[in-house]
């Protein structure tokens, strides 16, 4: 399909159903029980620095295990099948010193998941699945400063963050996404960075992709790291004219719900959601089982909040057929008429007029 296809298709798909994106990735790959060796394979055998827990790179040196798992979650019914680059750029990647992989483990990610999501489509042909190639937040922050002792000080710039997103979505792109999803955001300017990067890329390669958004409420205070309400992101990030804007990662659906339902009543694109299979316990495992999830997140879809909802860290292929099977009897969230006004936000929204 050319991009205006699948943006068509897409389209008609959200105008169907609520879709259903998967679930954690990380969760998964625990499941594996892969040690150093695991990790490294035969290409990395001499690395000088230890890769256990560089799950972006498993698409090297494990790609089998990478794509069981999109298909697993493929034949738990999810629509959208996001990429295994959550943090596969050189930001990221420079905990590993593998910073010049970055381009190739992008493309590779992306192959992984179009042949899970081609294998899939072809069964259903009148059900399309999608690859969202998966652009995380990167371990630092444009606006806070990591030294308590110097609020000034910045350990990362944005052109940095640019240039590092623009390898990263060039590779998720000409691996064969078909959706650019900026994701697990806990500091806008670094989600304004990836957008920025995003549309560069479109330029200069001719294409424009769907783009979906998901930030992070960090706590109970209702804000992102950078502390920003749902309302003042969203006027934030509008500009790049997204497919959806939602929420995932950090909170259960309990407390994601209020949350959600203020961008549900302020934006006018499709709102996505897929939050943790509850709080993280005193293990840092998560205990929500399959019903639980599903039982939490089927009001969302009957009180008409979302387009879009999967699972973030915990959730498991059952998770996610369980929230399938709950939701599939409800249509999706009309997308709302907002009157045109002037919408600005700093940490507050303010609204003119």
């Given at each position: 399909?050319t991009e205006t296809?699948?943006?068509a298709t897409?389209e008609?798909?959200?105008?169907?159903r609520i879709?259903i994106?998967d679930?954690?990735?990380?969760t998964?790959i625990?499941?594996?029980n892969?040690d150093e060796?695991?990790?490294?394979?035969?290409?990395?055998?001499?690395?000088?620095?230890?890769?256990?827990?560089?799950?972006?790179?498993?698409?090297?040196?494990q790609p089998?295990?990478?794509?069981?798992?999109?298909e697993?979650?493929?034949?738990?019914?999810?629509?959208i099948i996001?990429?295994n680059?959550?943090?596969?750029q050189?930001?990221?990647m420079?905990d590993?010193g593998?910073?010049e992989?970055s381009?190739?483990i992008?493309?590779?990610a992306?192959?992984l998941a179009?042949?899970?999501?081609?294998?899939?489509?072809?069964?259903?042909?009148?059900k399309p699945?999608?690859?969202?190639?998966?652009?995380g937040?990167t371990n630092?922050?444009?606006s806070?400063?990591p030294d308590?002792n110097?609020?000034g000080f910045r350990?990362?710039s944005y052109d940095?963050?640019?240039?590092a997103?623009?390898?990263?979505?060039r590779?998720?792109?000409?691996?064969?996404s078909?959706?650019i999803?900026?994701?697990?955001?806990?500091?806008?300017?670094n989600?304004?960075?990836?957008?920025?990067a995003?549309l560069?890329?479109?330029?200069?390669l001719?294409?424009t992709?769907?783009v979906m958004?998901?930030?992070?409420?960090?706590?109970?205070?209702g804000?992102?790291?950078?502390g920003?309400?749902p309302?003042?992101?969203?006027y934030?990030?509008?500009?790049?004219?997204?497919?959806s804007?939602?929420?995932?990662c950090?909170?259960?659906?309990d407390?994601m719900?209020p949350?959600l339902?203020?961008l549900?009543?302020?934006a006018?694109?499709?709102i996505?959601?897929?939050?943790?299979a509850g709080l993280p316990?005193a293990?840092?495992?998560?205990?929500e089982?399959?019903?639980d999830?599903?039982c939490a997140?089927?009001?969302?879809?009957?009180d008409?909040?979302?387009?879009?909802?999967?699972?973030?860290c915990?959730s498991t292929?059952?998770?996610?057929r369980?929230i399938?099977e709950?939701?599939?009897?409800?249509?999706?969230r009309?997308?709302?008429?907002?009157?045109?006004?002037?919408?600005?936000?700093g940490?507050?929204?303010?609204?003119h007029?």
């Amino acid at each position: 399909m050319t991009e205006t296809d699948i943006a068509a298709t897409l389209e008609r798909a959200a105008a169907e159903r609520i879709l259903i994106i998967d679930g954690a990735m990380g969760t998964m790959i625990q499941r594996h029980n892969l040690d150093e060796a695991g990790y490294r394979g035969q290409r990395f055998a001499d690395w000088p620095r230890d890769v256990k827990g560089n799950n972006d790179l498993l698409v090297l040196t494990q790609p089998g295990i990478i794509q069981g798992i999109h298909e697993e979650y493929l034949a738990a019914g999810a629509d959208i099948i996001e990429t295994n680059t959550f943090n596969a750029q050189r930001i990221s990647m420079a905990d590993y010193g593998m910073e010049e992989l970055s381009y190739e483990i992008n493309v590779a990610a992306a192959k992984l998941a179009r042949a899970a999501v081609d294998k899939y489509t072809a069964l259903t042909p009148d059900k399309p699945r999608f690859v969202a190639g998966a652009v995380g937040p990167t371990n630092r922050t444009a606006s806070i400063s990591p030294d308590v002792n110097n609020p000034g000080f910045r350990n990362v710039s944005y052109d940095e963050l640019r240039d590092a997103y623009k390898e990263q979505v060039r590779g998720l792109i000409e691996g064969g996404s078909q959706i650019i999803l900026i994701e697990t955001i806990f500091d806008t300017l670094n989600a304004k960075a990836a957008g920025l990067a995003t549309l560069e890329v479109f330029d200069e390669l001719g294409i424009t992709l769907p783009v979906m958004i998901s930030g992070t409420i960090t706590d109970r205070s209702g804000r992102t790291l950078s502390g920003q309400t749902p309302e003042a992101f969203w006027y934030s990030m509008r500009h790049l004219k997204p497919f959806s804007i939602g929420l995932n990662c950090a909170l259960g659906a309990d407390l994601m719900r209020p949350y959600l339902a203020e961008l549900s009543q302020i934006a006018d694109v499709r709102i996505s959601a897929y939050p943790n299979a509850g709080l993280p316990n005193a293990m840092g495992g998560y205990d929500e089982t399959p019903d639980d999830m599903a039982c939490a997140t089927e009001p969302w879809a009957r009180d008409g909040l979302i387009n879009v909802i999967g699972g973030c860290c915990g959730s498991t292929p059952d998770h996610i057929r369980h929230i399938a099977e709950h939701v599939k009897q409800y249509p999706p969230r009309p997308i709302p008429k907002i009157a045109p006004k002037l919408r600005l936000s700093g940490l507050e929204p303010f609204v003119h007029g």
